[in-house]
């Protein structure tokens, strides 16, 4: 069940977003919370939530938000690495994810691990 998190108070800043093809310009890589509240439902959109905290999801997310586990899904278990863009990619495929989905990521801690995600994906 989604706690009663306001949509604002998670997004006092911006969040990262890229596409799964990596495409996306430097410029088009945060959006907004009002971007996000907008697009929410849309079927190109996919939210993840990504947290230092583990218990952070359990307690509240945007509504159809994922959770990413960092320990498990962003790291490469044997170089204890940022994961592998394939598997990154998999597990995006996974989830739903294709070449025409925007992906939003966000977290606590000022988004780090948000941004550990992004990273993976980046060029």
């Known amino acids: 069940?989604?706690?009663?998190?306001?949509?604002?108070?998670?997004?006092?800043s911006a969040v990262a977003a890229i596409t799964f093809a990596g495409s996306a310009s430097a410029s088009d890589a945060l959006?907004?919370?009002?971007?996000?509240?907008d697009n929410l439902k849309s079927a190109n959109v996919r939210v993840f939530e990504v947290s230092v905290d583990a218990g952070v999801y359990e307690r509240g997310h945007i509504p159809g938000a994922a959770h990413l586990n960092w320990h498990t899904d962003l790291v490469d278990p044997e170089k204890r690495d940022i994961a592998t863009r394939e598997s990154f990619e998999k597990l995006?495929?996974?989830?739903g994810v294709d070449k025409d989905t925007t992906i939003v990521l966000y977290g606590d801690n000022n988004n780090?691990?948000?941004a550990w995600g992004a990273s993976v994906d980046a060029p």
């Open 92 to 95: 995006l495929r996974d989830a």
């Open 1 to 12: 069940m989604v706690g009663k998190l306001n949509l604002k108070s998670l997004f006092f």
């Open 112 to 114: 780090w691990f948000a």
């Open 31 to 37: 959006v907004k919370a009002d971007w996000l509240q």
